[in-house]
């Protein structure tokens, strides 16, 4: 079974620092790979996700993720924080089954400074 | 076009209390799941379907039990709610991975 690590269940960065949110997957196969992001009291939301192709890959609101299947990783990252970045963020990987669940990390929380 | 939806928003049960969460997606897509997320754990799977009439276990089943009856509809049914089943619970659908997974707005239960 495919696994998700996210490392830091809080980030706290200042108002236009960099955000890297880091995420590794174990996977036997090219997995697919997806962020969320999930706000208070909200559902998630897609942000991004790696299928296939060009293993750099934008997303909404100016972040970005790398597939580094060297590295087993696909951190999310971008270059000037927000106050309205803020929330909860989600790796996930997807079964290469016929299930097609999705296995997810324990989630990230960023905080961002004024 | 609705994507996914879920009923209730919010719901509080008794002990022993038996209900059933709805969740439908009119987006004819094959595969559905149903979540529990609970804080610092990430989001768990609870049960799944890869299409009419066909449902399989996911990591955390006990305590539920779903049906799948329509390519629309997949309800969750807790049976003597307990209060370890308090968590908010999300659906969620997908006609493959390539095209993403579409959630619904989840439902915050609270068992007392």
């Known amino acids: 079974a495919q696994s998700v690590t996210q490392l830091g269940s809080h980030v706290s960065v200042s108002e236009g620092a960099l955000v890297l949110l880091r995420c590794n997957y174990s996977?036997?196969?090219?997995?697919?790979l997806f962020w969320y992001v999930q706000y208070p009291n909200q559902g998630l939301q897609l942000l991004l996700k790696?299928?296939?192709?060009?293993?750099l890959v934008k997303g909404i609101n100016g972040f970005e993720a790398e597939f580094k299947k060297s590295e087993t990783s696909f951190h999310l990252t971008k270059p000037s924080a927000h106050m309205s970045d803020a929330a909860e963020y989600f790796c996930?990987?997807?079964?290469?089954?016929?299930?097609?669940?999705?296995?997810f990390g324990s989630g990230t929380r960023l905080l961002v400074r004024p | 076009n609705a994507g996914v939806t879920q009923t209730p928003k919010f719901r509080i049960l008794k002990i022993g209390q038996s209900m059933t969460l709805q969740c439908t997606q009119d987006m004819n897509h094959n595969y559905m799941y149903w979540y529990r997320q609970d804080p610092g754990m990430g989001l768990k799977l609870i049960y799944y379907?890869?299409?009419?009439?066909?449902?399989d276990k996911g990591e955390v089943p006990n305590g539920y039990n779903v049906s799948r009856s329509t390519t629309e509809d997949f309800p969750l049914r807790l049976e003597l709610a307990a209060p370890s089943q308090t968590s908010v619970y999300f659906c969620?659908?997908?006609?493959?991975?390539?095209?993403?997974?579409?959630f619904g707005s989840g439902t915050r239960l609270t068992v007392v």
């Open positions: 379907s890869v299409g009419a009439g066909i449902t």
């Open positions: 996977s036997s196969v090219p997995p697919y």
């Open positions: 969620a659908s997908t006609s493959g991975p390539t095209y993403g997974y579409t």
């Open positions: 790696y299928t296939t192709g060009a293993t």
């Open positions: 996930a990987v997807s079964e290469m089954d016929s299930s097609y669940k999705l296995i």
